[in-house]
């Protein structure tokens, strides 16, 4: 059920590397470079670690680190890097371990003044007896359902101190608890595309940008903007992708490769290669593509044999195009016009365009982060089989180029395995009490909220029933539940009724400001761990050099979360009695043995760590969907055909009513450009993900946030024509609101972005001014506007970009920011002691 994105794609390391390994490279042929590499005499020592935003070196003098600089390999290093010293020395770190003062009083009866930041500090034995006896009590009170223990999301990279593979090892070894499915990047997407093209697709490798650079005619960047996002990867990133990109540039420079970017906005990666932008409204991509399809349908410029031999359910669909339907509505490009904005002579100029091309769609994941997600995905598959490209070299869909360097080929060696998250064979909880009590084990990660809002309700999940659990206490580790999740107010109301919550992290987020007992983690570059270079090219593997002792009080999850494990005298079995660099030693020595057996030589541990990696040439090219191309029947798909499903019986079957047997148009609960409610909140605010950080992560940093905030506030980029009509001029401070809440922002006046639409980007720092619901935003998370509903009964995913808003010119004084810097440290007595 927990499937981790690791787990995905080691299976994918492992199904490639059979034929992915050029025999040429076989024979002990690894790449490393001279020790030390550095090349900088200068004082203190060099050492080798990595992040989400790429390896670097860090210069490390009088215990502590001076200098960052990224890794020689990585030759495009992103700025994110800058912010690296700032997650150790930044005011915003956990310190000690911190109890919530009206908590600390009242236990569980305190729940309204969550939020008021007042926490006093305690030492680490009695922090951890409280948890301990907190998920105890659960257990007697109530039982498994009663405890939640949260998705993981995007804790450090190194595959030792994976900190939710610390939690859910030691939960797991504790109790049965709820726990969710999906995740907040593609719960639609990985929903929808199984029963479509037979696997989630969207964290699958995608055909080698070598073979789409020569072979792709018409490329369309839909919903994607890989130039911003391949900044940062899932391992350890390479920013190998990047090298392809200006190659493309060249191309399109040329007139070689037609790049078209699908986008209400103009993007990062439009503005870098120069290429064509086709804008749409907001949300109605389902609109244009259908006005496409229809154009290649009556125009029969779609590919009839294709379709025949690998698809399924064609007929259905084209009777929806045609307005056999109860609405009568024909599907042509006039009514997709009045949909989506896109001119109806301009939508068949595309269907002409593609159908007569070599054509590669690049689908993003925004797109399908919205109400009614999994539509926009199913007609986009539609497409690609009415072009008939699919598995053809340079042609065809993809769902995930834009995301940690797919498309350069994998090297076909193996990665190391990461601390495990299981309990050990045979092992059971010490309560061993498995009975949910009719509630559901597992919840859709995003309808946590849900079920503390109303509990017991049923609701449709993909096939089945989930009855939600009113859990009373919630575990976080390697997560900002109050960065990620939608509707901050909504959250608020719903935290009143959790009993105990416990927050586990190196940053003093919101989620910690939420919680009631906060731990302070150190951070990546405070112990010693390995970690895989190259989320799915596999250049690699890394040394984790612990830069420094744990800052303060912090300690690693792994020790923490032993220390948890001996109060149920089972830290022996948590650890296998060994100790992190055992761990990490052991984990390469596992790695080395499987590359050896494929031909790949690994130094001895002891070289490796010295020299910080070892490199793994590059693979051979790839065509996804080939193999299916070639043989339809030996190599079908994984839906219940085996072939493309354009209708599906199986989704028909479930009767959903916002999830039908084929990929169908519908409102949505708001809309800009004349959609439902743009009367009273004009502008559809999109939360991109942010140029300029990992979500929430180095939000913290004072040297980036000064990169790009406005009056210390998080940017709202707009059009001119928008600031205009209200008077906003660039740099003014504004409040952006709706019916769900309100913020204060910068504004950023930007041609890229048209009328109607606005940008905040995900992950700014939450800083209400007070516990109170309603209370402003001081620093500009745009989840305190957006909307909490699920995608559809199918998925269940959040629907972050379904939203509208408005915006003012802030007047009279500003509050100050309170999102950083920590807590407001109190006595028992509630005497402020430090803090804001
Ligand atoms: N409005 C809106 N909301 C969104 C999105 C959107 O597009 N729009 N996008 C969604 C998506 S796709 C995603 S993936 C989520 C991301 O949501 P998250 O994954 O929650 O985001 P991060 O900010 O990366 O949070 C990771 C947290 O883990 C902590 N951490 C890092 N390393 C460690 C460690 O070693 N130990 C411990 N204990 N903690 C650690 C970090 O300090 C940080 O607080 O946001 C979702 N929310
Ligand atoms: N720098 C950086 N890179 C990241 C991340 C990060 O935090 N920072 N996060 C990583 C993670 S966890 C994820 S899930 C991915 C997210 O990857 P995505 O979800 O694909 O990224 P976004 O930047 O939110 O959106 C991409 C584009 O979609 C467009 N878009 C939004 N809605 C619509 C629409 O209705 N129609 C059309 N046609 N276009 C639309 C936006 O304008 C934007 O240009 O990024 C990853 N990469
Ligand atoms: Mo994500």
Redesign the pocket.
């Known amino acids: 059920m927990k499937i981790s994105r690791r787990r995905f794609m080691g299976g994918i390391a492992a199904s490639l590397g059979s034929f992915a390994i050029p025999p040429l490279l076989r024979n002990g042929n690894v790449v490393r470079a001279a020790q030390g590499g550095s090349g900088d005499a200068g004082p203190g020592r060099w050492r080798f670690s990595g992040a989400h935003w790429g390896a670097f070196r860090a210069r490390v003098v009088a215990g502590r680190v001076v200098e960052i600089k990224p890794f020689e390999f990585d030759k495009h290093p992103t700025p994110i890097l800058d912010g690296t010293l700032d997650v150790l020395y930044s005011a915003s770190r956990v310190r000690y371990p911190m109890v919530r003062l009206d908590w600390y009083r009242k236990r569980g009866q305190s729940g309204g003044l969550r939020g008021d930041n007042r926490f006093i500090r305690v030492g680490w034995d009695e922090a951890l007896d409280l948890v301990y006896s907190e998920v105890e009590r659960v257990q007697k009170d109530y039982g498994p359902w009663a405890l939640h223990v949260g998705n993981v999301?995007?804790?450090?990279v190194g595959l030792m101190?994976s900190?939710g593979n610390h939690m859910l090892r030691a939960m797991g070894m504790h109790s049965y608890s709820v726990g969710t499915a999906g995740?907040?990047?593609t719960g639609a997407g990985q929903t929808i595309l199984p029963y479509v093209l037979g696997s989630t697709e969207v964290y699958s490798q995608g055909t080698s940008w070598d073979i789409i650079l020569k072979e792709t005619q018409v490329l369309v960047f839909w919903a994607s903007d890989p130039i911003k996002n391949l900044q940062v990867g899932w391992n350890t990133e390479t920013h190998e992708a990047y090298a392809y990109f200006e190659q493309l540039k060249q191309k399109v420079a040329n007139n070689e490769i037609q790049v078209i970017c699908v986008d209400p906005v103009k993007s990062k990666t439009r503005n870098y290669l120069e290429c064509e932008q086709q804008y749409v409204n907001p949300l109605t991509d389902v609109a244009f593509m259908l006005g496409i399809a229809h154009t290649l349908w009556k125009e029969g410029l779609h590919d009839k044999k294709f379709l025949e031999t690998y698809a399924v359910g064609f007929d259905e669909f084209t009777a929806y195009l045609d307005g056999k339907t109860e609405d009568k509505i024909e599907r042509t490009p006039e009514w997709a016009e009045s949909i989506c904005g896109v001119p109806a002579a301009r939508i068949r100029e595309l269907a002409r365009l593609m159908a007569a091309h070599r054509t590669q769609l690049m689908f993003g994941w925004?797109i399908q982060?919205q109400q009614h997600g999994e539509q926009p995905y199913w007609m986009g598959a539609i497409l690609a089989a009415m072009l008939g490209q699919i598995g053809l070299p340079g042609g065809g869909i993809s769902f995930s180029h834009h995301y940690s360097s797919v498309g350069v080929s994998s090297s076909g060696a193996s990665m190391p395995g990461a601390f495990p998250l299981n309990l050990d064979t045979g092992r059971t909880p010490r309560h061993e009490n498995s009975d949910y009590q009719g509630y559901s084990a597992v919840v859709p990660v995003s309808r946590v909220i849900d079920a503390l809002l109303e509990p017991g309700k049923e609701i449709n999940f993909n096939g089945h029933k989930v009855k939600l659990p009113p859990y009373k206490v919630a575990l976080f580790?390697?997560?900002?539940?109050w960065?990620?999740q939608?509707d901050r107010n909504r959250m608020k109301a719903a935290y009143q009724k959790l009993e105990t919550v416990v927050a586990?992290?190196?940053?003093w987020?919101a989620?910690c400001r939420f919680a009631d007992i906060v731990l302070p983690?150190c951070t990546?570059y405070e112990r010693n761990d390995i970690d895989a270079y190259g989320s799915y090219s596999n250049r690699g593997v890394i040394a984790m050099h612990k830069l420094v002792d744990p800052l303060y009080h912090s300690r690693s999850?792994f020790d923490i979360w032993t220390d948890f494990c001996k109060r149920m005298q089972r830290n022996v079995e948590y650890t296998r009695n060994m100790s992190e660099m055992q761990w990490v030693e052991s984990l390469y020595e596992d790695c080395r043995k499987e590359n050896a057996g494929k031909g790949y030589a690994m130094p001895p541990f002891a070289e490796f760590w010295e020299t910080g990696y070892v490199l793994f040439p590059e693979g051979q090219p790839w065509v996804r969907h080939a193999d299916f191309r070639e043989d339809p029947e030996v190599n079908a798909l994984g839906t219940p055909s085996g072939f493309i499903e354009i209708y599906s019986r199986k989704i028909a079957g479930f009767g959903y009513r916002d999830c039908k047997g084929h990929p169908v148009w519908m409102e949505k609960a708001e809309r800009s450009h004349n959609g439902p409610h743009s009367d009273k909140y004009p502008l559809w605010l999109q939360?991109?993900?942010p140029d300029t950080r990992?979500?929430?992560?180095t939000c913290e940093s004072p040297t980036r946030r000064a990169t790009y905030t406005i009056q210390g506030r998080e940017p709202v980029y707009l059009s001119p024509e928008d600031a205009k009509r209200r008077g906003i001029r660039h740099g003014d401070l504004v409040r952006v609101f709706n019916g769900r809440g309100q913020l204060l922002a910068g504004a950023s006046i930007s041609a890229n972005f048209p009328p109607g639409v606005v940008r905040i980007q995900?992950?700014a720092w939450y800083g209400p001014t007070g516990p109170e619901i309603g209370a402003l935003d001081t620093y500009g998370d745009?989840?305190t506007l957006?909307l909490d509903i699920g995608t559809s009964e199918l998925a269940q995913a959040?629907s972050?970009n379904t939203c509208l808003v408005e915006i003012e010119l802030f007047q009279g004084a500003a509050p100050a920011v309170t999102a950083f810097g920590g807590p407001i440290e109190v006595d028992i007595g509630g005497k402020v002691l430090a803090g804001h």
């Open positions: 999301g995007w804790r450090s101190h900190c995740d907040y990047s925004a982060r580790s390697g997560c900002n539940q960065h990620r939608q586990i992290d190196y940053n987020t989620t983690a990546p999850d939360s991109a993900h990992l979500h929430s992560q995900e992950g745009p989840n957006t959040p972050a």
